[in-house]
């Protein structure tokens, strides 16, 4: 009896999955249809019957005959919490021991036992801030990939920092004080790095990699970021 009882919810489970994933397919088809662009994933959330749908590394959301298409943040009123971009977070993670770290500016601070990575424009004004709120924080070590996106002169400022005897210094006193370095004459990464930016979808500066591999679009206030790396760190 018992085994019958559990095949049968076996069984109901499996249909309820198969009807799942028959009509996530419609939806892909019909989104596709609707945009023009294949979507790389839909699911089903439980958030009013809406059904989430990445497209070119965004999400959209969708009713499930596709009538509607709706973008941007969904937020939950009780905790705040940015739902759509944890989303996000979540599926731009990367694996971060596939990072090639030979390729970034190293910077060590007290024991160095904490660690993350960032990705930064020699040029961009919140990667400014971020060094600067950096300056706070001890016991990391910070891998930093210069990536000059911004602006026509960022590459020239990004090879003399690589080119430069302390690298981290360098970069340091560039990023804080506004203090450059002299012209590299080097072989820096630049094409490299740009290469990297480009396989992990590195839209603008800074974007920061935790050791889980989640992704931080954007400078972030240093208790936020110190709180990550606690959880990180567990």
Do not use: H
């Amino acid at each position: 009896m018992l085994k019958q009882l559990f095949s049968s919810a076996c069984l109901a489970l499996l249909l309820l999955a198969g009807n799942a994933l028959a009509d996530e397919a419609k939806v892909k088809q019909a989104v596709e249809a609707a945009v023009g662009a294949k979507p790389e994933g839909v699911r089903k959330t439980n958030i009013l019957g809406l059904y989430e749908v990445v497209v070119g590394g965004e999400i959209l959301y969708t009713d499930e005959k596709v009538n509607y298409i709706l973008t941007g943040n969904i937020i939950d009123t009780k905790t705040r919490q940015n739902l759509t971009q944890e989303r996000l977070n979540k599926l731009s993670a990367i694996k971060f021991a596939d990072l090639p770290l030979e390729l970034a500016v190293k910077t060590v601070k007290g024991d160095g036992k904490r660690v993350f990575a960032t990705f930064e424009d020699p040029n961009c004004g919140y990667c400014k801030k971020l060094a600067k709120e950096l300056t706070g924080i001890n016991n990391v070590t910070i891998y930093t990939f210069l990536l000059p996106i911004l602006s026509r002169d960022s590459a020239e400022k990004a090879k003399a920092v690589w080119c430069a005897a302390d690298r981290a210094k360098a970069w340091s006193d560039l990023m804080v004080n506004g203090t450059a370095p002299a012209a590299g004459t080097c072989d820096a990464p630049i094409e490299k790095v740009l290469a990297l930016a480009q396989k992990y979808n590195i839209r603008g500066t800074p974007t920061i990699f935790l050791p889980s591999g989640e992704r931080i679009p954007g400078a972030i206030p240093i208790a936020q970021l110190e709180q990550k790396l606690a959880q990180a760190a567990k």
